[in-house]
């Protein structure tokens, strides 16, 4: 005699679903309890540095501005979201917010060198001077940035500028690191990109919630630079 049930391929998943109304309210509040833990890190990013995010006429003195990198053209020049934020940077300068600029972004390779071409912009577009601008060429992501910023450029006041989806995070890390600091949000229009961008920035925060919390080195510590030190001495 066979067997007339019908046989399941190997290999094969199928979820089962709760059928009683029971099973239906536990798995609706797991999905909930699941659902309040994954926006926790982005709520803990919002209320660390909502108040601290200002427009570039409405910030406080700082001795430094820092640009987080964001990508370079084929061609070597800044992406127009860089620019924008290098933008930024030089009318806090000009209008005597900062007095120095570093530059933090990925030098990985020969072939890719996001410090140098920042550096060039604000020199040669936008009118900084070169002898106040200092270069961190292993700031490969926020955390790595504002790390070697306090412990090896010494900055212990600064303006974070980036954009406005990823300003609050660079705050909390900045923060974590050792800095007092104020963020520079810049606006973009709404595209497709910067929404992809936003929801990344909700997977970012878990990261940072561990880097603010336990710390970690930044992947190339030292030694401890004093160009910046330096620059401000003299002002």
């Not at 700031?139 to 306090?150: I, L, M, P, Y």
């Not at 810049?186 to 990344?200: A, P």
Request: proline share 7%; net charge neutral; glycine share 8%.
């Amino acid at each position: 005699m066979t067997d007339a049930r019908p046989q399941r391929r190997p290999g094969r998943f199928r979820p089962r679903f709760p059928r009683t109304v029971r099973g239906k309210r536990r798995a609706l509040q797991a999905f909930m309890v699941l659902a309040v833990l994954a926006t926790l890190p982005s709520a803990w990013v919002h209320l660390t540095a909502d108040d601290r995010v200002r427009a570039v006429g409405d910030t406080p003195r700082a001795p430094v501005a820092v640009v987080f990198g964001a990508g370079l053209r084929p061609d070597g020049e800044p992406t127009q979201w860089l620019a924008h934020r290098l933008d930024a940077a030089a009318e806090l300068y000009h209008a005597g917010r900062v007095e120095a600029v570093l530059v933090t972004g990925d030098n990985s390779t020969p072939q890719y060198n996001e410090p140098d071409a920042m550096s060039a912009y604000l020199a040669t577009e936008r009118g900084v001077p070169a002898d106040l601008i200092v270069e961190d060429y292993a700031g490969f992501n926020t955390w790595n940035s504002c790390a070697r910023a306090h412990s090896v450029f010494g900055v212990e006041r600064a303006l974070l500028v980036s954009q406005d989806f990823h300003i609050r995070r660079a705050l909390a890390l900045c923060e974590a690191a050792g800095i007092e600091a104020w963020g520079v949000g810049v606006g973009e229009r709404v595209s497709g990109l910067e929404i992809f961008s936003g929801l990344r920035e909700m997977a970012g925060a878990f990261t940072a919630a561990y880097q603010a919390r336990f710390t970690p080195p930044p992947a190339v510590a030292g030694p401890r630079e004093t160009s910046l030190d330096e620059i401000l001495s003299a002002r």
